[in-house]
């Protein structure tokens, strides 16, 4: 059985840092595509669907070829170590711009182009961290 779980969610101040971590049990790494997605912390709450979900960051399994969304680019850093089957997010400058419910997801398959920040292709998804930004 495949499973995802997330951790470091944390309330930190505006300009601090957080290192959020997805680790996979029952996951064959290799040719495989993993991200992290956030979604309005309202909206978490409402029940709205994953598909509502915004990509942050995707990257190949063993740390090839990361890609980030626009609104993160030179402040989170997405790297997954192989050895560990352990997918993380290196959040720098935090803005509260940035509070959100924060979720691992994986594709076993390597998804290509705009598609890997989108939520349509993943099919496994952990439980979520919550991160907060206060100014």
């Known amino acids: 059985r495949i499973q995802l779980l997330e951790s470091g969610g944390a309330s930190v101040q505006a300009g601090g840092s957080l290192t959020l971590s997805c680790a996979t049990s029952g996951y064959p790494s290799g040719r495989d595509t993993m991200a992290w997605f956030r979604q309005d912390l309202d909206d978490w709450r409402a029940g709205v669907g994953s598909?509502?979900?915004?990509?942050?960051?995707?990257?190949?399994?063993?740390?090839?070829?990361?890609t980030y969304h626009d609104s993160v680019k030179g402040r989170f850093t997405i790297s997954h170590d192989s050895a560990k089957n352990t997918l993380y997010l290196q959040m720098n400058n935090l803005k509260p711009g940035d509070t959100a419910m924060y979720f691992c997801?994986?594709?076993?398959?390597?998804?290509?182009?705009?598609?890997?920040?989108?939520?349509?292709?993943?099919?496994?998804w952990g439980q979520g961290t919550q991160v907060t930004v206060s100014s």
């Open positions: 997801a994986a594709a076993r398959s390597q998804i290509m182009g705009d598609s890997r920040l989108r939520t349509k292709l993943y099919t496994y």
């Open positions: 598909e509502w979900r915004d990509g942050v960051a995707s990257i190949y399994t063993g740390g090839r070829d990361p």
